[in-house]
């Protein structure tokens, strides 16, 4: 069974700029989560989604959003892109439930200039 | 305000020790608890988790203790690998009173490092 996918690995941005990523889930997985990871802050969650519904959100800006698609697949946005948006973005899905387990894709290393 | 904290960034152990990583948390609200490993240019990968109703889970060489009065986890590998040097991330979740899955909040994380 293929794992979580992001695309793409690596990309580098100026601030003001907006970016797009994508995270295909495991083939069965409704939940798809995603999460920032930077130096400072460690593993922080952004928002889940499942079965193409914002389920639960973290404590971030508006800039942030994403939505799911009927396949599950999801897309991370984020507009007008700040110096201090530069991390490395996972994507997790699971089955749905809570205590199903997460399984983390590869992430996205967003650098922002 | 941290809600979940790993208090060691990095741990040396001998190869064949046991090694023990501890995390604390604050949120009362939490009663799900994960451990996930991470290599560098990888995602985290899930580990052993253990539920409130629980104080004790086994996996193989993996243990994760917890202790609910002193909001305090501990995650005990025996014996130690050299490929069990990574960071490792205690997480946790809480139920919230709206029901339905909720994120995982991390802790910081510890390198973890096996000398040979």
């Known amino acids: 069974k293929a794992g979580v996918t992001q695309t793409p690995r690596y990309l580098i941005k100026t601030r003001g700029q907006q970016v797009t990523l994508s995270c295909s889930p495991i083939?069965?997985?409704?939940?798809v989560s995603w999460y920032q990871q930077t130096p400072g802050q460690g593993l922080q969650f952004l928002f889940e989604y499942f079965s193409e519904t914002q389920r639960n959100k973290g404590n971030f800006p508006g800039r942030f959003s994403g939505r799911q698609f009927s396949n599950s697949r999801s897309e991370m946005n984020v507009s007008t892109l700040e110096l201090g948006d530069s991390a490395l973005y996972l994507c997790a899905s699971s089955l749905g439930a809570r205590a199903d387990e997460q399984f983390f894709g590869p992430g996205t290393r967003l650098t922002v200039l | 305000d941290q809600q979940v904290k790993q208090n060691s960034p990095s741990l040396s152990v001998q190869e064949g020790r046991i090694s023990i990583l501890n995390c604390d948390y604050t949120?009362?609200?939490?009663?799900?608890f994960l451990w996930y490993k991470k290599y560098p240019a990888e995602g985290p990968t899930f580990l052993i988790s253990i539920s409130s109703i629980k104080d004790k889970n086994e996996d193989g060489r993996f243990t994760v203790f917890l202790n609910k009065s002193a909001k305090h986890l501990s995650l005990h590998i025996v014996p130690s690998q050299p490929g069990d040097s990574a960071v490792y991330f205690c997480?946790?979740?809480?139920?919230?009173?709206?029901?339905?899955?909720?994120?995982?909040?991390f802790g910081k994380g510890t390198h973890l490092i096996i000398q040979p």
């Open positions: 949120n009362s609200m939490f009663d799900y």
């Open positions: 083939s069965g997985h409704r939940s």
């Open positions: 997480a946790a979740s809480a139920l919230y009173s709206g029901g339905g899955a909720d994120g995982l909040t």
